[in-house]
Each structure stands twice: as structure tokens, then as C-alpha cells.
């Protein structure tokens, strides 16, 4: 650590509670209730705790990493991160991503963020043992990359062809989904394309699934005919990884099953009064197959 770093700020309440909020809702708290707050949950702790970890090793810059911090969490946010996102996957980094612009509401805790560290600061230092830091700032470190749980991809190419009416039409559709990636949220091209890739998560199995679907509009309701179950991807623990048996279990399971699980968890969340979860999302196929094609 720099001689005129401020670590022992790492150790007050505040950021310990962000710190403890990050790791427990993204290694816990989303995949057990998955919801708008989870969703939101980790925008607001990490912009809280990410500008205070730096500014307290570098003090003299702390405008600076407040400012790129507010650049970084919006270029990620974007669609000027797809181009990284895509090129990551492809080399076996697997990283989701859905664009939402209600995550910049997060922003509003960087100015309280900022207050904190100036008002400790200001303090004297407090006398901490260098374990203790030690352990905190690397609790912090891996709090900032390990954002998701180990998954594992699983081929599955499953045909279907379940129908589904919905008494909604197109624009009503899209307008309650997120698109994976940025480029894909283009009303005007998917009211007149018809395959699209749906991805939602199975809590009952712990996996991301990606399937492709026919979806067109008839007598003023979208209709969806699911084409095939392309992918699960399969979450494992935290220390434990992936396990084996979970990917027989996800390898085991039928169509009709794959057919009633993409009721539950797809079209009923759609059809749900309240707001649509983060967990289902879309993507027009002709924009992801040429963006893949690009970065390959």
C-alpha cells in the first residue's frame, strides 16, 4: 500500500455493509430472489464501495477515480460494450449482460459515496491491524471481478414446437423485455423479424437457458413458437464450481419439461403484473448471429 493510502477507512461501518451487500446479493440474493431489487441491489453497493476502495490507496486522486468510475459503469451499461462482451465469450470468459437504463439510478449514491470518504478522511487514522486490512481489501478486489457464480455450458439442441398466444401485440411484447445486447433493441427491425433468441433462468436447476423462437403478430397478439432449447448453462458455488451431477440433471431433463419450465419462468414472468424480471431477455437473431460472426 502507498505510505499516504488510507485503508483503515475500509474498515468503517458503511463500507463494510456495501462490501458485505455486493458479495451476499450477487452470490446469493440473485439467484435465490431473483427480482428488480436484487437486480438493482448491486449497482447501489458497488458505486458506493468501488470510487471509496481506490480513493483511499491513491487520496490525491480521488476526483479523478470518482470521475472514471461514473465513465467505466456507464460504457459497460451501454452498447459500446458489446464489442468487448462478445469478444470475452467467445474466448471462454463467459459474461451476461442486459442494457437497462433505470441502472444509472444507481448514480445517485456516488455523491453520498463521495461524502463518506471525505468525511473520514478528515479523521485520524484508525489503528488497524495489516491482516485486517489485508483481508478487507481483498474481499473488496474479488468483490469487483467475481461479480457472477462459475457457470458451465451445456449443449443441448432440444427441437419443440410449442405455441404460445399472447393477447399483446408486438410493441407491447418487446416493450416489457430487455435486450441482451444494445444493438438488438431496435423496435422497427423486430416487428418485422421473426426469430429471436429468449434467454431466462431455471431456479429449479440452476441454469441460464438460451432458446431459439418464431415470433410474429396475428389478429393483434404475439404468437411464439419455440424452435429449439440451444443451451444451459449451469451455475455452480462459489468454491465448489460447477458440479457434475447438476449437469446430468440439466442433461436428463425432457422436452416437456424444458416446454413447462419455459412457462413458468418465461411467458408467466412476462404475463406477471409486475414489473418483468432481469432474468428474461431477448435478442433479435440476425443481430446477434452477425455480431458473433464479427468478433469471431
Known amino acids: 500500500m502507498k505510505a499516504n493510502s488510507r485503508t483503515d477507512i475500509l474498515l468503517t461501518p458503511l463500507f463494510l455493509l456495501g462490501l458485505s451487500t455486493l458479495l451476499l446479493n450477487d452470490f446469493v440474493l440473485k439467484y435465490e430472489y431473483s427480482n428488480v431489487l436484487t437486480g438493482k441491489l448491486s449497482d447501489f453497493a458497488g458505486l458506493f464501495i468501488f470510487p471509496i476502495f481506490f480513493s483511499v490507496i491513491f487520496p490525491k486522486y480521488t476526483k479523478v477515480i470518482y470521475g472514471l468510475t461514473i465513465v467505466i459503469f456507464g460504457y459497460w451499461n451501454s452498447s459500446l460494450s458489446h464489442g468487448l462482451i462478445t469478444i470475452l465469450n467467445n474466448s471462454g470468459i463467459h459474461i451476461g449482460r442486459t442494457i437497462d437504463p433505470t441502472d444509472f439510478l444507481a448514480c445517485v449514491v ?68 430487455q435486450a441482451s445486447y444494445g444493438l438488438s433493441d431496435t423496435l422497427e427491425l423486430n416487428l ?12 429449479d436447476i440452476r441454469t441460464d437457458m438460451f432458446v431459439l423462437a418464431k415470433i410474429i403478430e396475428l389478429d393483434s397478439k404475439t404468437i411464439i413458437q419455440l424452435d429449439s432449447f440451444l443451451t444451459g448453462a449451469v451455475t455452480g458455488g462459489l468454491l465448489s464450481g460447477v458440479d457434475g451431477d447438476d449437469i446430468q440433471s440439466l442433461e436428463g431433463v425432457k422436452k416437456s419439461e424444458h416446454e413447462a419450465y419455459f412457462q413458468k419462468y418465461f411467458i408467466d414472468q412476462l404475463l406477471s403484473e409486475t414489473t418483468v ?19 469471431e
Not at 429471436?196 to 431455471?202: A, E, G, I, S
Not at 424480471?277 to 464479427?294: A, F, M, P
Open 110 to 177: 456516488l455523491p453520498f459515496s463521495y461524502f463518506h470518504f471525505k468525511n473520514q478522511i478528515a479523521q485520524p487514522k484508525m489503528s488497524v491491524g495489516t491482516p485486517i486490512r489485508i483481508a478487507i481489501g481483498m474481499a473488496s478486489i474479488f468483490s469487483f471481478i467475481a461479480t457472477t457464480l462459475p457457470k458451465q455450458e451445456v449443449e443441448l439442441d432440444i427441437r419443440s414446437n410449442k405455441t404460445y398466444s399472447l393477447g399483446m401485440n408486438k410493441t407491447e411484447f418487446f416493450g416489457k423485455l
Open 192 to 203: 418485422v423479424d421473426s426469430l429471436f433468441y429468449l434467454h431466462y433462468y431455471v431456479q
Open 277 to 295: 424480471s432481469r432474468t428474461i431477455y431477448y435478442d433479435n437473431k440476425n443481430i446477434y448471429d452477425e455480431l458473433i460472426k464479427r468478433y
